[in-house]
């Protein structure tokens, strides 16, 4: 058996992200089963799902400073070696391309293209790769929205393992729309997702029967918003891939950057008001009718409770530097370790709320507990984790994969599969993170 050995990045990368994973879910979970006074003067939970998206933007924003900086120290180096007047061939050295005076002339101008796109990043249609990122930031928007509205009707490992099921709409839509090559153990793998899911599903529904009248009612709803989250999910990873594929080597930091940016505007100069208007049960000021999400109500629900203030901080570091680690892990790792990964990441977020409700806050309202329906649950989970296996090509089977072979593999992209979501709901910056189905 080959010993398998990490680098010292992938070591990091694994390692933040299973801890920043697991509290970038928990944290939002603890933050939504929160309790304050609000502005009209009741105590309520601290149920803003507007408000994590939009401080979940605000994260992914920082990345697209640092490569602003990077480009600048780029740029940089790029005038002082042309100013000195030579040339800087160790790229081409690395790659193997020196030997002969053709191939080195060809090299040079490779070279001198590239530096003309760091020097001008926004000229001759480059400035597309930054703003076309805005379109997929709306579907995120609304992806991470509804997740979060649903995690407060069901336990956060439930949530957690729903998200599986953007591997069907995924496949549907690259099938479909991008009209990508899908085999039988592809369709194989969505239908033993589609079971896991169901399974998941009908654990925490069947543990919420014994509960209040409601609870079935609520679970219910709160499971059927996390699928369409990652309906909508899918619906970002097709958008990415279609406007970001003519576009060679985009950075993911500038990737994930700008969709921050973007998010963050539009979340605050348009989902925001929008929230505002729509009916809901957050007060609205000086007026007898609720509205969905009250941004002023925010604040007050945190001067009159600052431990919220406190989650909400754990979250947004979580974040960020869950982005970190996940781009990381996805450089370092093949998809047959991220898979596994990610399996691990599941149950540790499992395995931490189960903690919380027994160990650290035992008879509250955080957390979860371990009942009847739970082994259901599990055996979804291990579906679940089959199907990634399944779908991406590492579990084989000759009557599903007899004409496969590795090249087709490596053309259709399925060597690539499991990159690390980089947030609660962000996509990768390509279609190949609708195989992370765990």
């Known amino acids: 058996m080959t010993e398998v050995t990490y680098s010292t990045k992938a070591i990091l990368g694994v390692t933040g992200m299973l801890t920043f994973g697991t509290g970038t879910m928990v944290s939002s979970k603890i933050m939504l089963d929160m309790s304050s006074v609000n502005s009209a003067g009741q105590t309520v939970k601290f149920e803003k799902p507007v408000f994590q998206t939009f401080i979940m933007f605000t994260s992914m924003a920082i990345p697209i400073i640092v490569h602003l900086i990077g480009l600048c120290m780029k740029q940089k180096k790029i005038r002082e070696r042309r100013a000195a007047g030579t040339v800087d061939n160790q790229e081409a050295e690395k790659a193997g391309l020196l030997g002969n005076e053709e191939v080195e002339v060809e090299t040079a101008e490779q070279l001198l293209e590239k530096e003309e796109a760091i020097l001008h990043p926004f000229s001759d249609g480059r400035w597309k790769s930054y703003v076309y990122v805005a379109f997929p930031s709306i579907f995120d928007m609304i992806a991470t929205t509804l997740m979060t509205d649903g995690l407060e009707k069901i336990d956060v490992s439930i949530m957690q393992m729903l998200r599986g099921s953007m591997v069907i709409f995924s496949a549907i839509f690259s099938h479909f729309l991008l009209h990508k090559r899908q085999y039988l153990y592809n369709w194989m793998g969505v239908i033993v997702a589609g079971i896991a899911c169901a399974l998941v599903g009908v654990s925490s529904i069947m543990t919420s029967v014994s509960g209040s009248a409601g609870g ?106 869950l982005n970190v680690s996940g781009m990381t892990v996805t450089n370092e790792l093949n998809a047959v370790h991220r898979t596994v990964w990610e399996s691990i990441r599941t149950v540790a977020i499992w395995i931490t709320d189960l903690f919380i409700g027994y160990v650290v806050v035992p008879n ?75």
Request: hydrophobic share 40%; with cysteine; charged share 15%.
């Open 216 to 321: 079935a009612a609520d679970t219910i709803e709160g499971c059927t918003l996390v699928v369409c989250s990652q309906l909508v999910q899918a619906g970002q990873i097709v958008t990415e891939s279609y406007l970001l594929s003519g576009f060679e080597s985009t950075d993911p930091l500038q990737v994930v950057g700008m969709e921050g940016v973007f998010g963050t505007l539009i979340t605050g100069l348009v989902l925001y008001p929008l929230a505002y208007i729509l009916p809901g049960n957050d007060p609205k000021h000086g007026q007898p009718d609720g509205c969905m999400e009250n941004f002023g109500d925010v604040f007050t629900m945190m001067a009159n409770n600052h431990d919220i203030i406190w989650c909400a901080l754990v979250y947004w570091i979580c974040i960020l530097f």
């Open 364 to 438: 509250s309202v955080f957390g979860e507990f371990w009942t009847y329906w739970s082994f259901l649950q599990l055996a979804g989970f291990v579906w679940l984790s089959y199907s990634s296996f399944l779908y991406s090509g590492n579990v084989k089977y000759p009557f599903l994969s007899k004409s496969y072979t590795k090249s087709q593999r490596v053309a259709d992209g399925y060597d690539q599969m499991v990159p690390i979501t980089c947030c609660c709901c962000s996509a990768q910056d390509d279609e190949e993170a609708a195989e992370s189905s765990v």
